[in-house]
C-alpha cells in the first residue's frame, strides 16, 4: 500500500514512517554506509531518503517513459558508490547508473531484450546480476557493462532473486517455478586476444620471408 517504515535494530524504534512513499512499494536497498535509503515503487519516480532526518533527499525520474525495477547502491573501481536501477526501454531491460553526489544519471546501457525481474550487485561491485521473466540468468562486468555469463532458461518461470557469494564466485537465484541455481563465475582470461595477434603477426612475417625468396631468386 506504499507504507514505507524504517526501524532500528534491536530495539524496533521506528526512525522513518511514510505512509505515501509510491502507490505501491516494489524494491528498497540500503547505501554501504547505512545513512541512504532508495526505494521505488510501480509508478512515479525512484525516491532516495536521508535516514537520520527522515526526509527525501532527492526524486530520479524516469525519463523516456521507462519504467524502474529494481535498486541497488554499489561501489564501483574506484571507491565511488554509485546507485544502479533496472529499468524497462523501449528496447527492453537497461541497467541505469546514477552518481550519489550530484545525482545525475551517468549511463544506461542495453542489457536485455526482455525485462529485468531481479537484479544484485556482488560484494566487491564487480558483478551485476539480473534476472528475468524468461528465466535467463545474466552477470554483467560493471567495469564495462557487458555481458560475462548468460545462462539461457535457468529457471522455468520468472527470476525473483538473486544474491552472490561472500567472495563474488558464485551466484544462488531463485525463480517462482519454486526452483533454486548456484551459478560458478569463472574468471575469463584476457590473453586469448592477445595471443591471436602474435600469430597473426608470426604469419605475416612468414608470408614477407617467403615473397623476398622468391623475389631474389628470380
Aim: net charge positive; aromatic share 8%.
Amino acid at each position: 500500500d506504499g507504507n514505507l517504515r524504517v526501524f532500528k535494530w534491536p530495539s524496533m524504534e521506528i526512525i522513518l514512517n511514510e505512509s505515501k512513499s509510491h502507490s505501491t512499494v516494489k524494491d528498497l536497498h540500503f547505501s554501504s554506509n547505512g545513512k541512504l535509503l532508495v526505494s521505488l515503487g510501480s509508478g512515479g519516480p525512484c525516491r532516495v531518503w536521508d535516514i537520520s532526518s527522515s526526509i527525501v533527499l532527492t526524486s530520479l525520474p524516469n525519463e523516456n517513459r521507462e519504467i524502474f525495477s529494481c535498486c541497488r547502491f554499489s561501489q564501483i573501481s574506484d571507491g565511488t558508490e554509485v546507485l544502479y536501477i533496472a529499468a524497462v526501454t523501449e528496447k527492453g531491460g537497461s541497467i541505469l547508473t546514477w552518481n550519489t553526489k550530484t545525482w545525475e544519471r551517468m549511463s544506461s546501457k542495453h542489457i536485455t531484450r526482455d525485462t529485468i525481474s531481479a537484479l544484485n550487485v556482488s560484494a566487491d561491485g564487480k558483478y551485476l546480476a539480473c534476472g528475468t521473466p524468461s528465466g535467463d540468468v545474466i552477470i554483467v562486468n560493471s567495469t564495462n557493462m557487458r555481458i560475462h555469463t548468460m545462462v539461457k532458461k535457468a529457471h522455468l518461470g520468472i527470476v525473483t532473486a538473486l544474491a552472490f557469494s561472500p567472495d563474488s564466485r558464485a551466484l544462488a537465484s531463485i525463480s517462482l517455478d519454486s526452483s533454486a541455481r548456484v551459478t560458478i563465475i569463472e574468471e575469463k582470461k584476457e590473453g586469448g586476444f592477445n595471443l591471436w595477434i602474435v600469430i597473426f603477426i608470426i604469419l605475416v612475417a612468414i608470408a614477407v620471408y617467403f615473397l623476398k625468396v622468391q623475389a631474389i631468386e628470380k
